[in-house]
């Protein structure tokens, strides 16, 4: 038992770094983020936070990491409680608008990271792409479901409908900074229903 | 004469300058630009640069100008060759695609612009989305008038459109980076023509 308790305080503490790691790579991207202001943010010893993540590699990976599920419980996960189908895509595009609402505050650490990390080989460009890639599997295989109850079109290309869906929460994002999110929410919106619309049989 | 020949190496040597500040600004942001480091960069000295561009305020917004002059004669001012309508349309989306491969090495100075102004207002926050508002608006011409020829349906909302096409090289630079430009190409190609496809008459 004692060592459960341990194991759990451990687990939130570490939880409580990430959360202050994650802000600050949101904020100043996750080549902004080191071991040493890590450190001087949550006051804790340098040693203890490469106790935690080893390097500072390690703790860019693990701030990916806790961004992904972030991201899966805000946008995918709670879209699992709908009927698959256009219902559960759906809900899906609308988390994803909602997201990028939340994201606007520090700006949206995936797209940093792309940015970042694109042209740099290594292992965050790895951890970017795998999450990416994962990520649109998972669009791919609830939109496959749409094609499957016959709300979208038998020969709908599906990673080209998934294209164009990612397209319209990027906009959303970059359109927010400089229009406000209503306004460019109501268009993405639209977009998508537009979307929708030319793959329906 | 000797006055228009010293004017015409101040221009040159103002664009030889602008150049390297562009470059600077496209690897670290425009935030990254400051009269110091271009200084450096060019082997002048800073009271020299002050002269050039008043304050450091002056320099980012005089490279953001600079951007936006390549940006319309590399997608915009070939397209107006092209005839009036689709033709006119699709050339400058296919030459905004091929900007996208070129800002590729140092990322989009002005999507970086944009992360880095949309929360903080100052002159800088109002040229960007003054050129953005500027764009949209060349885009909505060259929308309407394919509206004119009667390649695009006459109910076409110019507005949306703009927004479903802006939302394709966006895209297409994102892609770029983590599955390669021509993979990327591709999609956003067939989403563009997608598109039309579905505001034909």
């Known amino acids: 038992m004692a060592a459960l308790t341990v194991t759990r305080k451990g687990a939130a503490r570490r939880e409580t770094i990430l959360d202050r790691a994650y802000g600050i790579a949101c904020a100043a991207g996750l080549e902004g983020l080191s071991i040493g202001t890590l450190a001087q943010a949550v006051g804790m010893s340098k ?16 701030v990916l990491d806790s961004a992904a599920e972030r991201f899966v419980a805000h946008v995918f996960a709670p879209a699992l409680r709908q009927p698959r189908g256009l219902a559960r895509l759906g809900t899906i595009v ?14 949206c650490l995936f797209l940093a990271a792309v940015s970042e990390y694109d042209d740099r080989p290594g292992p965050q460009r790895d951890r970017v792409l795998e999450q990416d890639r994962q990520w649109r599997q998972a669009l791919a295989q609830a939109v496959s479901l749409a094609v499957g109850t016959g709300e979208l079109r038998p020969d709908t290309d599906v990673e080209q409908l998934v294209f164009e869906i990612y397209a319209l929460p ?19 919106r639209r977009a998508y229903q537009r979307l929708i619309d030319s793959y329906s049989p």
Do not use: I, M, P
Request: glycine share 16%.
């Open 94 to 107: 609308e988390n994803w608008f909602d997201w990028v609402r939340h994201v606007d505050d520090g700006g």
């Open 47 to 62: 040693s203890g936070l490469f106790a935690h993540f080893g390097s500072r590699e390690g703790l860019q990976l693990a």
């Open 170 to 188: 990027l906009l959303v994002h970059h359109d927010a900074g400089l229009y406000g999110y209503d306004t460019a929410l109501a268009r993405g």
